[in-house]
């Protein structure tokens, strides 16, 4: 049984601090890049490369319409499920990370973590998969190298 690299409270304790600021300010755009990476498509479920391409554009943009609206308070039924759909799919990367590195937990835990640590959960998994040799191709220069872990 593996364990994540950090933990969830890690999130701005190096040197990350464009990948924190990104993570900070659309934590969508950060799970879409680990959704890529994990070949998952808009609706985190797997799918192949070329799927999976058109997941960042998709899922970052569905953050930034639930954003505004959210900011405005324009339609409260739309607001909703656009939140819902994002915590679905936050819960979703969070649970396909923990299978692929065999990290003990449940669906619980990551719908909690998801929700109430959005940003720190997407560092944590970006941290964990990036010093795992899994290195998401976007933002990839912003992360200092770590140590892999074993």
């Given amino acids: 049984m593996g364990r994540f690299s950090d933990g969830i409270l890690d999130c701005c304790s190096r040197s990350e601090d464009g990948y924190c600021l990104t993570s900070a300010l659309c934590p969508a755009a950060t799970y879409s890049v680990l959704m890529e990476k994990l070949q998952l498509n808009w609706c985190a479920n797997p799918t192949d490369e070329r799927g999976a391409s058109a997941t960042f554009p998709i899922v970052t943009t569905v953050y930034v319409v639930s954003y505004f609206l959210g900011l405005f308070s324009l339609l409260g039924?739309?607001?909703?499920?656009?939140?819902?759909?994002?915590?679905?799919?936050?819960?979703?990367?969070?649970?396909?990370?923990?299978?692929?590195?065999?990290?003990?937990?449940?669906?619980?835990?990551?719908?909690?973590?998801?929700?109430?640590?959005?940003?720190?959960?997407?560092?944590?998994?970006?941290?964990?998969?990036?010093?795992?040799?899994?290195?998401?191709?976007?933002?990839?220069?912003?992360?200092?190298?770590?140590?892999?872990?074993?």
């Fill in 77 to 150: 039924p739309i607001y909703l499920a656009l939140t819902i759909y994002l915590l679905v799919i936050y819960t979703k990367t969070r649970t396909a990370v923990r299978e692929k590195y065999k990290i003990p937990g449940d669906c619980c835990s990551d719908c909690f973590l998801s929700w109430f640590c959005n940003c720190c959960t997407s560092l944590q998994l970006y941290r964990h998969m990036h010093r795992s040799g899994d290195r998401p191709h976007r933002f990839q220069s912003w992360v200092a190298e770590g140590a892999i872990v074993v």
